[in-house]
Nanobody, 126 residues
Framework: QVQLVESGGGSVQAGGSLRLSCAAS????????MGWFRQAPGKEREGVAA????????YYADFVKGRFTISQDSAKNTVYLEMNSLKPEDTAIYYC???????????????????WGQGTQVTVSS
């Protein structure tokens, strides 16, 4: 079993920035896909960004392109989501996920992931 622990959520005004972190508890587990998802009240969980730890390829949902950046620190088994120019509609619980297969654009799909973190709240006020 792999535990993913997110941190870095909080409250910020529109236009502000936050950096989320996701640390995997088991260093022997090397995922081939790491993703960030979010779920707003009353909405489906949606893919935000994904990264292939082995090759560095990344994919982003259209609604965050140019504002969010996903990155990794392999030595720390940690993935980050840098969020800039935040908007009120970015308010949601953000989840980290790890998967065994890299599916390219399909890595923004929930079905690509086996393990999930508990989520961290991001609130953006206008």
């Amino acid at each position: 079993q792999v535990q993913l622990v997110e941190s870095g959520g909080g409250s910020v005004q529109a236009g502000g920035s936050l950096r989320l972190s996701c640390a995997a508890s088991r260093y022997t587990y090397r995922p081939n896909a790491m993703g960030w998802f979010r779920q707003a009240p009353g909405k489906e969980r949606e893919g935000v960004a994904a990264i292939w730890p082995g090759g560095g390829s990344t994919y982003y949902a259209d609604f965050v392109k140019g504002r969010f950046t996903i990155s990794q620190d392999s030595a720390k088994n940690t993935v980050y989501l840098e969020m800039n120019s935040l908007k009120p509609e970015d308010t949601a619980i953000y989840y980290c996920a790890a998967g065994s297969l890299w599916r390219g654009p399909g890595s923004l799909s929930r079905s690509a992931y086996n393990y999930w973190g508990q989520g961290t709240q991001v609130t953006v006020s206008s």
